[in-house]
């Protein structure tokens, strides 16, 4: 089946350090969406992507969180500097446009910001 | 604000017995609904979706039945098996965002007694 990958699987730092965290969409999904779980909040849409446009980044913390798309298969996530409150699970989505398209999801980034 | 939730936290049900998963929405311009399966250390799965026009819908033991009259949504799994042991979602795509992105309902902790 195919599969979103999203590397790192686990990542630990030092706050004041740069993440990036990458995603690759299933092929052919030309939508791509940055959640981010956290017990206290559950599931949170941070960016979205259509076509390699940003569509919506409401959801993301715009000092000092960025989000791209360099191309079709790669889709980034960076914090800088990161910050304790940071600390989540971040998951990579993609889907097909259209209406009533379900989100395919990765296995998600641990993040820990120590 | 308007949101997706959901009844019970946490639901424990004998091996072999029906589960039923419930969720609330407030939003009637949702059109779109989708449950998730979400198991430790990976990312939601997809299970089943359904769409406003249609009240039921069957998967592999798997039912969702939406009842829009009172905004309630519920998946049903039959003779529930302890590798349904998860967490279960339920999200919602709302139209009159003219966002595809999706809001997550807190989510439901199924138990699986053997």
């Known amino acids: 089946d195919a599969r979103v990958t999203q590397t790192p699987r686990h990542k630990v730092t030092e706050m004041g350090q740069e993440v990036t965290m990458r995603c690759q969409p299933i092929?052919?999904?030309?939508?791509v969406f940055w959640y981010r779980q956290t017990m206290m909040q559950g599931l949170e849409l941070l960016a979205y992507?259509?076509?390699?446009?940003?569509?919506?980044d409401s959801g993301m913390p715009k000092d000092r969180f960025s989000a791209e798309m360099p191309d079709a298969t790669l889709a980034t996530l960076k914090i800088q500097p990161s910050e304790p409150r940071d600390s989540a699970v971040y998951f990579c989505a993609s889907g097909l446009e259209g209406l009533n398209q379900p989100q395919h999801f990765g296995d998600g980034t641990r993040l820990s910001i120590l | 604000g308007e949101s997706v939730g959901l009844h019970l936290p946490t639901l424990s049900v004998q091996e072999g017995d029906n589960s039923i998963i419930n969720c609330a929405y407030s939003n009637s311009a949702s059109d779109y609904f989708i449950w998730y399966k979400q198991e430790s250390g990976k990312g939601p799965q997809f299970i089943i979706d359904?769409?406003?026009?249609?009240d039921k819908r069957q998967g592999q033991r798997v039912t969702v039945l939406l009842n829009k009259t009172v905004k309630h949504l519920s998946l049903q799994i039959a003779a529930t098996q302890p590798g349904d042991s998860a967490v279960y979602f339920c999200?919602?795509?709302?139209?009159?965002?003219?966002?595809?992105?999706?809001?997550f309902g807190s989510g439901t902790r199924l138990q699986v007694q053997p």
């Open positions: 092929l052919g999904h030309n939508t």
């Open positions: 999200a919602e795509n709302r139209m009159d965002t003219g966002r595809r992105a999706l809001t």
């Open positions: 992507f259509r076509n390699r446009a940003p569509l919506d």
């Open positions: 359904i769409r406003s026009n249609m």
